[in-house]
DNA sequence: CGATGCCCCTGAGAGC
DNA sequence: TGCTCTCAGGGGCATC
């Protein structure tokens, strides 16, 4: 499921229930997730106040007032559904469903939460990639999962000059090279594709052979396809949900990822064509994208 | 360094 | 209805 988009997503819809409020109880349901849960998981995180909630790559962070900060990430099929404890709730445009009976008591609910905003927030994810768990916060930077991860490509810093850095004499298609989170941390399949399509730029063009003036529109379409998605609550195809359990809505803008076969949206009269690339799925219009 | 393929796991949808 | 097959947004790892 989720790339930048799909994980911002739901950290804003989480953002009302869980910034400056306090985890008053944590349950974990079963532990055989990608990555095991922390040793007493639950008694780090009961009780904390959770100080700021933001989100680096395809991560979810829940700094605590511990030191620690509680870090998600929704693999596949992960989802995070808030349920508001009493009635339905909206709070600015976020409305909370009641929650219903049961809620946090599914096959795959692997952890809930209870805040004190009032609110439940369940941890669901059927196929199990996704992880939970706990990092020092001053040494976030440092841990293993962060490491290595390239920049926020809706940062400042993510421009043309960095761009022709990290492409340079890549060997790599770009459609690789953009998927690569030590390059570029957030993007995945579906957007690299949106963005190379409306880029005009061909998947299988290797990294470091994009011309210069192509560049600046790669630049601007990445920037572009994720700033919309996000602002359209992600992309729903299977699993994403938003934080109130709404579907997301940007599938309806793709131009070219899943139509395989379908006329370009360009109008170029061309056919949507699928390849695979890295065991993964590209989507391209052979006429526009070169 | 880079490319490829496999693996983790479950479920949806297609085809028969 | 039900079986079997293919595929899925991520990412880590082994291998060549």
Do not use: W
Not at 112 to 131: K, M, S
Not at 273 to 290: D, E, L, M, N, W
């Amino acid at each position: 499921m989720p790339e930048l988009p799909e994980v911002e997503t739901v950290r804003l819809g989480l953002q009302p229930v869980l910034e400056g409020y306090v985890l008053t109880d944590v349950v974990t349901r079963r532990g055989d997730l990608r990555v095991p849960f922390p040793l007493d998981f639950a008694g780090r995180t009961k009780g904390r106040k959770v100080t700021l909630l933001r989100r680096r790559a395809k991560y979810i962070l829940a700094d605590l007032d511990s030191g620690e900060s509680l870090v998600i990430h929704l693999g596949m099929s992960g989802r995070m559904s808030v349920y508001s404890s009493g009635k339905q709730r909206r709070i600015g445009s976020y409305v909370y469903d009641k929650a219903p009976e049961g809620a946090g008591n599914g096959k795959h609910d692997h952890v809930v939460f209870e805040t004190d905003a009032p609110a439940r927030i369940v941890f669901n994810d059927h196929r199990r990639f996704g992880l939970m768990t706990l990092v020092d916060t001053e040494r976030l930077e440092e841990d293993k999962l962060f490491k290595d991860l390239g920049i926020e490509p809706l940062s400042p810093g993510f421009n043309t000059a960095y761009l022709a850095k990290a492409l340079d004499g890549k060997k790599t298609p770009i459609k690789s090279a953009l998927l690569d989170q030590r390059l570029i941390a957030g993007l995945g399949n579906i957007y690299v594709c949106e963005a190379l399509f409306r880029a005009g730029i061909s998947p299988k063009r290797l990294a470091g052979a994009i011309k210069k003036e192509k560049l600046p529109p790669l630049l601007a379409a990445i920037k572009k396809v994720l700033k919309d998605a996000i602002a359209a609550g992600g992309s729903t195809l299977r699993d994403h949900a938003q934080a109130t359990g709404d579907p997301g809505n940007f599938q309806h803008h793709f131009l070219v990822y899943g139509r395989e076969g379908k006329p370009c949206k360009l109008g170029c009269k061309g056919t949507v064509k699928r390849i695979v690339q890295a065991g993964r799925s590209t989507f391209y219009c052979p006429k526009c994208q070169s």
